[in-house]
């Protein structure tokens, strides 16, 4: 807490700065200004990790041990207010098409093993964009696992030698050589998608003994999270033995809430992975860079999931689609400006299993509907409460607030008012004097309703992509 406290105070002076010294700026404006970097496209490297809470990184608790990814966020700027979606599929889809999910009708749940779906091709994503430009493009990482066969390939082929190596080192050891052997003369983009510290929970050799904690679960993932951090400064290392670091705009990303069931922790916020509620979409985030202005700071702007794809393609030279819902927030990343969004669609799902959504306007968040969007855990809410507050294992005594369990219904309907009640406690959609709030929130909702797409959500799994058809490897048989 004491470092957000400084942070914003210098964001704050640094703001007042700026206000007072604009007569002196005049023409010159633009002269010196880091932000600028259209006479050399940075190196960009994306993280993104796998079900990281609020609270499961070291910038927001100390007890996670990410001493890399701390000193990162110290020295960059911290996105404090930044929304993925609920579940894995639909953040990466907004982070690599810079679209609302529920505009490609890939808003419901998330892609199977066996089952033929996939983002359609007519939409670019942002390798796609980066590479129009001259980016050199590498991808590392892969979605979380299977538990028959094999699901693990270098580019086409199937690795089977790597049995018994975490994945966490395979992918750092791969995204330092991609480095490494890198022309620095060519802008790079690196996407390392991590599948910590997402389930199952094991721990990599060497990280057992990453923090003293009781709980076996929370200890095992606290070693996850630190063998990635490792992972991430080999990564940052690599850069800085190239020569390329001092160009390189590094983003951190989690792709939703943590999940309690398996350890993770979005204290002090509402909800669990896959909910609606703070806890399920709203992720620890940076950006890091020589280039940024305004250096050390929080920052409590508004942004989404699909700013970044539309942030990273305009910082490297790129031209935009028309149509997409992200915003180019370069300037308020950079330094310091406000961000140029007041709303987000953070969630829209007419599923019969999920259906519901979640909005957000100015500081207030609408939710309706049902706000567990894993289906399978919709029907186990009454067991688990997925919607209320949870204690980190390493803080049993911690406050959590008081309040009733909801049942999963479509009728539900809830308003918070996040700058006066940022942990999700008082529902304000019955009260008087927010109908004004409501009727004008029910007004933006119908228009995001006529165009939203539909879902084409596969209910059946295909078993032409059996692995038994394929010496026991996953393939997609149907391509």
């Known amino acids: 807490m004491a470092t957000s406290e400084v942070n914003n105070a210098k964001r704050q002076d640094s703001n007042s700065q700026g206000e007072n010294n604009n007569d002196d700026q005049g023409e010159n404006e633009g002269e010196n200004d880091s ?51 609920p579940l894995c599929t639909p953040s990466r889809i907004a982070l690599l098409t810079g679209r609302y999910p529920a505009n490609v009708g890939m808003q419901h749940f998330v892609v199977l093993p066996s089952q033929p779906y996939y983002l359609p091709s007519e939409y670019s994503t942002l390798g796609d964009k980066l590479k129009e430009v001259g980016y050199m493009n590498h991808v590392v990482g892969n979605q979380p696992p299977i538990f028959t066969g094999i699901d693990f390939r270098d580019n086409t082929g ?12 395979l992918f750092s050891e791969r995204a330092e050589k991609i480095v490494r052997n890198h022309n620095p003369a060519s802008p790079l983009f690196l996407y390392v998608a991590y599948m910590v510290p997402h389930f199952p929970i094991q721990v990599p050799a060497g990280f057992e003994e990453s923090v003293q904690v009781d709980d076996a679960n929370r200890k095992a993932y606290a070693g996850m999270m630190a063998a990635m951090d490792q992972g ?36 002090p916020y509402r909800g669990n992975k896959g909910s609606t509620f703070e806890g399920g979409m709203k992720v620890p985030a940076f950006f890091h860079g020589s280039m940024l202005q305004d250096p050390s700071t929080v920052n409590n702007e508004l942004y989404h999931f699909t700013d970044v794809f539309a942030t990273l393609v305009s910082v490297a030279g790129g031209e935009l689609e028309t149509d997409i819902d992200g915003v180019n927030q370069w300037d308020s990343i950079c330094r310091g400006e406000p961000s140029k969004r007041s709303d987000i669609l953070l969630h829209y799902d007419t599923h019969p299993d999920t259906t519901g959504l979640a909005y957000r306007m100015g500081d207030y968040k609408y939710i309706e509907g049902i706000t567990t969007t894993w289906p399978f855990r919709r029907f186990s809410n009454d067991l688990f409460h997925f919607d209320q507050w949870f204690r980190p294992a390493e803080n049993p005594s911690a406050p959590i607030p008081d309040a009733p369990f909801i049942t999963e219904d479509e009728n539900n309907r809830f308003l918070f008012n996040l700058k006066d009640d940022p942990l999700e406690t008082n529902n304000l959609y019955y009260d008087p004097d927010e109908q004004n709030v409501v009727i004008e929130i029910e007004q933006r909702l119908e228009e995001y309703r006529a165009s939203i797409s539909p879902i084409w959500y596969p209910g059946a799994l295909d078993p032409r992509s059996d692995p038994a058809k394929f010496g026991g490897f996953w393939t997609p048989g149907w391509c």
């Open 35 to 85: 932000c600028d970097v259209s006479g050399k496209q940075p190196h960009i490297v994306v993280v993104l990790i796998d079900d990281a809470g609020w609270n499961d990184v070291g910038w927001n608790n100390d007890f996670m041990p990410t001493p890399v990814l701390n000193e990162l966020a110290y020295n960059g700027v911290i996105l404090n207010n930044i929304y993925a979606q």
């Open 158 to 169: 199937v690795v089977t030698h790597q049995n018994g190596t975490h994945n966490t080192f």
């Open 232 to 267: 991430v400064g080999n990564i940052t290392q690599a850069l800085k033995d190239t020569g390329m670091w001092d160009d390189t705009l590094f983003v951190f990303l989690s792709d939703n809430g943590g999940d309690d069931v398996f350890a993770g922790s979005n204290y």
